[in-house]
């Protein structure tokens, strides 16, 4: 270009290769003199002195981070990106994320508490998104979780001294172990305060002085527990490697498929262990119909650990904030779990939660036909989110900005006319015959 006289490139796409990337000094050396304004270089950790040195004037700019410390300190240092004086980061940072859904949930919840209250029958209230969350049980004591909780189970078998606790009701559904299963149904209740709980709590054996495994043989019978409740979504945010028992693991398959046949999605984490070939429950039990969820990076990319091939979309799963009543959980949510991925599963069952809730404040028995090819019809859904705004196609960060973001957005105009108008536009969106739900059903 250089060569043919061009001066000035405005809008700079590349797509770098992972293994064989090019370096700092050649992006320097191809960027400088162009006076591009908007950059968008698909390679990690391009250092800041490249990017201030090649591309001073740029106004747009998006990022790619592998979670680098030194990157990141590179970045927000005084000599970094802050010398951009006409820079627009265009990825939003995860509290970013978490922000526009509780905006689109209280959106959601407000729509249906008009309708709910217009209708005196509550029989002829729009059904509840039920979500079986099978973990280590929920703090039923907190006022939040309490409401929204339909039923539990406890299939727990641990003795009282394993617990270090005099609380009598130890083994009950609404005593959360360790902590884990409570965050995980704030995070759900987060995204979809509309939802319906159901809790199962799991079985532990110890493994070790201090550590506990959970038992297959008690996730599969909450998995059938959740399916005798006929729930929506399971949320599994946890993974264990495969028994050495055979007949236990036809048991849980079993259970997965049959949860499947229902119209039950099934959403699991991935292992923070790096990529398996297999061999890591409950997600290997039917991996074409479960929703693998891995954790994203400050930028959007998947986490390492994640086992990148495996995974079907990554959230937001570090440096998240999580209020319990008056107590903030923020850095100490990282403590009560293996990885990131088990937050960002419950995220993904909230985000589902509400797609769904949309569709049944809509249209309650289209809710219930949602079942038939239930997983293709979610899946489209999310992949809608991304494809819609022309993301790549192997993209698996779900940008929830482009379009729950943009609703709200575009809904400020109207708030004198109430929620409907941002319930309308999601519905519209999910149910067009170019976004998602709409294709299975016309």
């Not at 908007?38 to 040195?53: E, K, M, Q, Y």
């Not at 029958?121 to 309490?146: F, Q």
């Not at 078998?157 to 149904?185: C, D, L, P, V």
């Amino acid at each position: 270009l250089r060569d043919q006289g061009v001066t000035k490139i405005l809008h700079v796409f590349v797509e770098d290769q992972k293994h064989k990337s090019h370096r700092d000094e050649a992006i320097e050396w191809c960027l400088k003199h162009t006076g591009v304004e908007v950059l968008d270089w698909n390679r990690l950790d391009i250092d800041s002195a490249t990017i201030t040195n090649a591309a001073a004037g740029v106004r747009d700019l998006t990022l790619h981070c592998s979670g680098n410390n030194a990157v990141l300190r590179s970045w927000l240092s005084p000599k970094g990106l802050v010398e951009l004086e006409n820079v627009k980061l265009t990825n939003p940072a995860r509290r970013e994320w978490i922000q526009c859904m509780e905006k689109s949930a209280d959106f959601v919840r407000g729509y249906r508490e008009d309708m709910e209250e217009e209708e005196d029958d509550p029989e002829k209230h729009p059904p509840r998104v039920k979500v079986a969350l099978i973990d280590d049980g929920v703090d039923g004591l907190n006022a939040d979780l309490s409401r929204i909780i339909a039923a539990g189970q406890t299939f727990s078998k641990r003795e009282k001294h394993q617990y270090n606790s005099h609380f009598k009701h130890y083994n009950s559904y609404f005593k959360s172990t360790r902590g884990h299963g409570t965050i995980m149904a704030m995070l759900i209740r987060k995204i979809c305060p509309n939802v319906r709980l159901y809790v199962a709590k799991l079985n532990e054996e110890k493994t070790g002085r201090n550590s506990f495994s959970i038992t297959a043989e008690s996730a599969v019978k909450a998995i059938w527990w959740a399916i005798e409740h006929e729930v929506h979504i399971i949320s599994m945010s946890w993974t264990i490697s495969q028994p050495s028992d055979a007949g236990t693991i036809q048991n849980l398959v079993k259970a997965i498929n049959e949860a499947v046949e229902r119209g039950i999605l099934i959403f699991c984490s991935v292992s923070n262990q790096g990529p398996h070939d297999g061999g890591m429950y409950p997600a290997s039990c039917n991996r074409s119909n479960s929703f693998l969820i891995g954790t994203a990076t400050i930028s959007g990319q998947a986490w390492r650990w994640n086992g990148a091939n495996e995974v079907d979309y990554i959230l937001p799963g570090t440096d998240l904030e999580v209020r319990i009543g008056d107590e903030l959980f923020d850095s100490r949510l990282q403590n009560l779990c293996e990885s990131g991925s088990e937050l960002a599963t419950a995220l993904a069952s909230g985000l589902a939660a509400l797609i769904m809730d949309c569709v049944a404040l809509n249209d309650a028995a289209e809710l219930e036909r949602m079942r038939d090819r239930a997983h293709m019809k979610v899946k489209m859904a999310f992949d809608s989110i991304n494809t819609w705004y022309n993301k790549r196609d192997d993209d698996k960060y779900l940008r929830v900005w482009d379009t729950f973001g943009q609703a709200l957005k575009d809904d400020m105009l109207h708030l004198a006319d109430g929620y409907d108008h941002v319930c309308e536009k999601l519905l519209i969106f999910f149910l067009s015959k170019r976004g998602s739900l709409g294709q299975s059903y016309r």
